[in-house]
């Protein structure tokens, strides 16, 4: 879902943002004229990112921790134009996401509500709380809290044989290390992050940035004879990049806490936007390597 706000800051609050993403992932950015910005991310009903997009070179180690690969992709492209924050803050969305925000989209109709601040708290139906629960990306989530954390490194071991299978990534020997390291239950360690980042990730992101630039060019204004960039095998490669970037870090601790979840959930959801029309299915075997005692 993409949610547009015309002139205002609202969906940049904390606030606003825990409770957006409270069953969810949420990921945006906010201007104005005077340079005021946020660029930020919440999980689980929790704000994870939240930077000023202009000053991306002031940000510290830490700051890259939760989003490094979009962010990490953000400051390569402001290392060519650092004027252009504004269009790289909106490159990471893009990444996290799998939505773009294009000219045809903000040319075009689309619903609308307003409402008065602040907004009042109502508790879900019946209704919502059945639709709620009912959700598979929910009962995924569900599966993920309730999992030892030996199912966990099963789970994404499962997810990183497959991406590296569909998207023919056993080419880039890191791979083989990460598939490896989650098949015997180990995390990857600070230089294999690093090692994904610059050998998998970035070269993923930048091919699928040049075959972008390359339809741009066309006159055909999905690209590639008309198919939408979410199925640009480019993109849809590099989602699965870096899905197995978050997946080498495996389930954080000793043992899955809930404040992991969005973490490990992230990896689970490039996967999916790699995945595309395959993920319902992949999705449902996820759920029962977490699911087996």
Same mark, same amino acid.
């Given at each position: 879902?993409?949610?547009?706000?015309?002139?205002?800051?609202?969906?940049? +609050?904390?606030?606003?943002?825990?409770? $957006?993403?409270?069953?969810?992932?949420?990921?945006?950015?906010?201007? /104005?004229? /005077?340079?005021?910005?946020?660029?930020?991310?919440?999980?689980?009903?929790?704000?994870?990112?939240? +930077?000023?997009? =202009?000053?991306?070179?002031?940000?510290?180690? !830490?700051?890259?921790?939760? $989003?490094?690969?979009?962010?990490?992709? =953000?400051?390569?492209?402001?290392s060519g134009?650092?004027?252009d924050w504004?269009?790289?803050?909106?490159?990471?969305?893009?990444?996290?996401?799998?939505?773009?925000?294009?000219?045809?989209?903000?040319?075009?109709?689309?619903?609308?509500?307003?409402?008065?601040?602040? $907004?009042?708290?109502?508790?879900?139906?019946?209704?919502?709380?059945?639709?709620?629960?009912? /959700?598979?990306?929910?009962? +995924?989530?569900?599966?993920?809290?309730?999992?030892?954390?030996?199912?966990?490194?099963?789970?994404?071991? #499962?997810?990183?044989?497959?991406?590296?299978?569909?998207?023919?990534?056993?080419?880039?020997?890191?791979?083989?290390?990460?598939?490896?390291?989650?098949?015997?239950?180990?995390?990857?360690?600070?230089?294999?992050?690093?090692? +994904?980042?610059?050998?998998?990730?970035?070269?993923?992101?930048?091919?699928? #940035?040049?075959?972008?630039?390359? &339809? /741009?060019?066309?006159?055909?204004?999905?690209?590639? &004879?008309?198919?939408?960039?979410e199925e640009?095998?480019?993109?849809?490669?590099?989602?699965?990049?870096?899905?197995?970037?978050?997946?080498?870090?495996?389930?954080?601790?000793?043992?899955?806490?809930?404040?992991?979840?969005?973490?490990?959930?992230?990896?689970?959801?490039?996967?999916?936007?790699?995945?595309?029309?395959?993920?319902?299915?992949?999705?449902?075997?996820?759920?029962?390597? $977490?699911? !087996?005692?």
């Amino acid at each position: 879902m993409m949610l547009f706000e015309n002139n205002g800051f609202l969906g940049s +609050l904390p606030e606003v943002l825990r409770r $957006l993403s409270r069953d969810g992932r949420v990921c945006g950015v906010y201007w /104005d004229v /005077d340079g005021n910005n946020r660029l930020s991310y919440a999980a689980g009903g929790r704000v994870l990112v939240r +930077l000023d997009a =202009m000053f991306w070179d002031e940000w510290t180690g !830490d700051d890259f921790a939760v $989003l490094e690969p979009e962010l990490r992709a =953000m400051t390569e492209l402001l290392s060519g134009d650092e004027d252009d924050w504004q269009a790289a803050a909106m490159t990471v969305v893009e990444l996290v996401t799998g939505v773009r925000l294009t000219g045809e989209w903000l040319a075009g109709t689309h619903p609308y509500l307003t409402f008065q601040w602040p $907004l009042a708290t109502e508790p879900p139906s019946p209704e919502e709380l059945a639709e709620y629960r009912n /959700d598979p990306e929910m009962k +995924l989530r569900v599966a993920v809290e309730a999992a030892s954390q030996s199912r966990q490194f099963a789970a994404l071991a #499962h997810v990183a044989e497959l991406l590296a299978t569909r998207f023919r990534l056993g080419e880039f020997p890191v791979v083989r290390d990460v598939q490896a390291d989650l098949a015997a239950g180990r995390r990857a360690g600070e230089q294999r992050i690093v090692e +994904l980042r610059e050998q998998l990730v970035m070269p993923l992101a930048q091919r699928f #940035h040049e075959t972008d630039r390359d &339809d /741009d060019d066309d006159d055909d204004v999905d690209g590639l &004879d008309g198919v939408s960039f979410e199925e640009n095998p480019a993109w849809q490669r590099m989602q699965a990049g870096i899905a197995l970037q978050i997946a080498a870090r495996g389930p954080e601790g000793t043992a899955l806490t809930v404040a992991d979840i969005p973490m490990v959930f992230d990896a689970y959801h490039h996967a999916g936007l790699a995945l595309g029309a395959d993920w319902p299915a992949v999705r449902e075997a996820i759920r029962e390597i $977490l699911s !087996d005692a």
